[in-house]
């Protein structure tokens, strides 16, 4: 068993940005492929990034490409996402998930195994 807990969201402007966390306890923290996922009101939860076990190989979905960063640190068992040039688009609650199955990263939400509670982004124009 995960446990996962986001925090850093908030109220951002525009243009600006925010960097999210999500620290995992309960497991070895490296054994697990990380994902940042959003769910903006009225719609379905979408992959944003993912991260492979080691940090060394990423995927972004395009409309993030270029301004989010995903990261971890296996030593402090926290995955980031740092999110600049932030849009009103941007806006959704964020989650982080764990996939204990794949060394690479992992595209396919139904596969984690894993989710914290979310943490609202809220970008104003």
């Known amino acids: 068993q995960v446990q996962l807990v986001e925090s850093g969201g908030g109220l951002a402007q525009a243009g600006g940005s925010l960097r999210l966390s999500c620290a995992a306890s309960?497991?070895?923290?490296?054994?697990?492929?990380m994902g940042w996922f959003r769910q903006a009101s009225g719609k379905e939860r979408e992959l944003v990034s993912a991260i492979s076990r080691s940090g060394g190989r990423s995927y972004y979905t395009d409309s993030v490409k270029g301004r989010f960063a995903i990261s971890r640190d296996n030593g402090k068992n926290t995955v980031y996402l740092l999110m600049n040039s932030l849009k009103p688009e941007d806006t959704a609650v964020y989650f982080c998930?764990?996939?204990?199955?794949?060394?690479?990263?992992?595209?396919?939400?139904?596969?984690?195994?894993?989710w914290g509670q979310g943490t609202q982004v809220t970008v104003s124009s």
């Open positions: 309960g497991r070895t923290f490296s054994n697990y492929a």
């Open positions: 998930a764990a996939e204990s199955r794949h060394d690479d990263y992992v595209t396919k939400q139904s596969v984690y195994d894993y």
